[in-house]
């Protein structure tokens, strides 16, 4: 049989405070047209509170402007004490990103 005192402190042990609020952005905008390069996805996962980051960008492909969920190109997840502050981290690194397009 478990001992209380010990299946609690496990139980505490798994527990994760919220102590940070999440925030999650679309990279972007971007420029439209065809990509002829993409810069380094390093300046933005080096972002302030940036905890991951990824693009869907490929050379030669071409950018439209955004009308519907699938044509989003990446995101950055960011944390912060506040949703807020989270959303302004993840807006700048996002920005952080460069594209070049023809």
Request: negative net charge; proline residues 7%.
């Amino acid at each position: 049989m478990t001992d209380p005192a010990v299946a609690e402190e496990s139980a505490t042990s798994r527990r994760v405070s919220p102590s940070k609020s999440p925030a999650t952005i679309d990279v972007g905008p971007l420029p439209t047209g065809k990509v002829r390069s993409i810069g380094s996805l390093d300046p933005v996962l080096a972002g302030e509170g940036v905890v991951q980051a990824d693009t869907y960008l490929q050379v030669g492909e071409t950018i439209r402007p955004v009308r519907l969920d699938g044509d989003r190109r990446g995101y950055v997840i960011a944390v912060a004490d506040t949703s807020v502050e989270a959303l302004a981290r993840a807006e700048a690194a996002a920005r952080l990103l460069e594209v070049e397009v023809e």
